[in-house]
């Protein structure tokens, strides 16, 4: 086995090369690079991940692969030479249905596309982004029809986030928690609402910027193997285990967008910092699915960043950086201020109790898209129908409404249910994490996270890809994704915060 083995890490490590740089050049594409250079990005993207494709779903890799899995019955089941064998036999079977060619079309559609998003959401025009989106929602039907038979059309989009999970368990999990958020959000409606006002006041970008960059420090992101840039869209990114970058946008008159927003993508870049080393250069060098990322991100920005131990130690400071602001601001009104419960317009500033309606609409509308009963031209009349039937909220515009993600540009269709689940995981594991370390919320309080950390990398992080979401989480909790831990937090935290 081991000739072959090795043979197989070099293709891997190759491919992983290959991937790393076109990631590389995205990150460029929505950090850095001029409007006019989109259409040749998509080009040299194109070229990149066919290499890559071609690469990895050749005959080579496949009869080695196919050498090697009946030597793993000898080898220990959660061994990582076990793990890599059966994760690149799975996306070796999976890639070989998707033609080289389809791959170079699709990044020469998602380029301009997520230039013409930008547009149109600077000039809240649907229409600019329309005919780009047209083009994705086809693209996404023709690679669906790579993987028939399947259990539903949207399943074989859902499983490239969300390895081995089916469209009907989100949506069975989603029909369980909708209608207790719905009578949460109704019962918090009938009380009197917090002041927010502190959070809506100028702001000075910089010193945003430079507290948001203090405070992740202190939590653990490794600025030694990672940065922080502007994008019009947060998001993080990794070209290896040692250069994993994040961004973030700064709103001038509003603290939360890019205060959570960072530390939303760090929890995403602890997790990719985190991964043992010896993954390196495999299909295992990455989270475990979309899911179990988003529950590391929602963690750090909701259970952590949003309880009152962490500002009881922030606090002091952020007056320090802001005193006009906030010198008159009590730590508790600040702490309710964060947590305010009212439905809004934009996704990424939702608050927990609302934001899993926005990703409940998401995932109807894309699945509605695929099914072929919703025509990309109808998107903005339905977006917002779904957002006033759901939410009691019109969006004045586009920008605030059908555009304000960037997943649709990028061809990502299938990501949003991994936002919602995340937030299951994480009130899963924070139950785990609270009963291993008993004084976890006297540590947040003195601003010690290393412990915190620590488990997170011993049990989730260091893993990688080794196993599939509902299996990590069943291997950390006991039992697969479970609605109710999540639920009961809701009711615990804004029960108090509102007197239910």
């Known amino acids: 086995m081991q000739p072959e083995l090795e043979n197989l890490k070099t293709i891997l490590s190759e491919v992983s090369d290959l991937y790393y ?37 050749s005959e080579e890799v496949g009869q080695w692969l196919s050498n090697l899995k009946p030597g793993t019955g000898d080898l220990p089941p959660n061994s990582t030479e ?35 998003w930008a547009e149109a959401r600077a000039q809240s025009r649907f229409s600019i982004f329309e005919p780009h989106l047209e083009k994705i929602v086809d693209m996404s039907r023709e690679y669906i029809s790579f993987f028939e038979p399947f259990d539903h059309v949207y399943d074989p989009l859902l499983d490239d986030f969300e390895p081995g999970m089916k469209t009907s368990e989100v949506q069975a999990i989603f029909a369980a928690i909708r209608p207790h958020q719905v009578a949460l959000i109704q019962a918090i409606a009938a009380q009197p609402q917090v002041d927010d006002s502190a959070l809506n006041q100028a702001f000075d970008r910089q010193k945003q910027w430079d507290f948001g960059i203090e405070v992740i420090t202190k939590i653990g992101y490794d600025f030694q193997r990672g940065r922080q840039d502007l994008s019009p869209h947060p998001f993080t990114t990794s070209f290896g285990l040692n250069d994993v970058r994040i961004t973030t946008r700064v709103q001038d008159n509003f603290f939360n967008a890019a205060f959570f927003g960072t530390l939303h993508e ?68 600040f702490y309710q201020a964060v947590n305010k419960v009212e439905p809004s317009l934009i996704r990424v500033e939702a608050d927990e109790a609302t934001y899993n309606l926005h990703i409940m609409i998401r995932l109807e509308i894309e699945i509605a898209l695929m099914e072929g009963r919703l025509a990309v031209r109808d998107l903005p009349e339905v977006w917002n129908q779904a957002m006033r039937d759901d939410l009691g909220l019109t969006p004045p515009d586009d920008a605030h409404g059908v555009l304000q993600d960037i997943h649709w540009s990028g061809g990502m269709l299938g990501y949003f249910s991994t936002y919602a689940l995340g937030n299951l995981v994480s009130a899963q594991l924070w139950e785990c994490i609270e009963n291993d370390i008993p004084d976890l919320q006297e540590q947040i309080r003195r601003g010690a996270f290393d412990e915190l950390v620590n488990w997170t990398r011993q049990k989730i992080h260091q893993h990688g890809a080794k196993f599939e979401p509902q299996e990590l989480v069943e291997k950390v909790t006991g039992s697969r994704i479970d609605p109710q831990p999540y639920l009961a937090y809701l009711q615990r935290k804004f029960g108090a915060l509102y007197q239910l």
């Open 82 to 116: 076990a793990r890599l064998i059966a994760v690149a036999s799975r996306e070796y079977e999976k890639a070989t249905r998707v033609p080289a060619d389809f791959v170079t079309r699709r990044e020469n559609i998602i380029a301009p596309a997520r230039r013409a």
């Open 21 to 57: 740089a076109s990631a590389l050049l995205s990150w460029d594409q929505q950090v850095n690079m001029p409007p006019a250079g989109a259409a040749k990005r998509g080009a040299q993207l194109g070229t990149l991940r066919r290499l890559a494709h071609l690469k990895f779903t």
């Open 266 to 333: 760090t929890g995403h870049a602890l997790y990719s910092q985190g991964l043992e080393k010896s993954l390196a250069g495999t299909p295992l060098a990455r989270g475990a699915s979309l899911a179990i990322h988003e529950s590391q991100s929602r963690m750090w920005e909701n259970l952590v960043g949003r309880s009152r131990p962490f500002w009881e130690h922030f606090y002091p400071r952020l007056q320090e950086v802001f005193p006009r602001q906030l010198a008159n601001v009590s730590l508790e009104t």
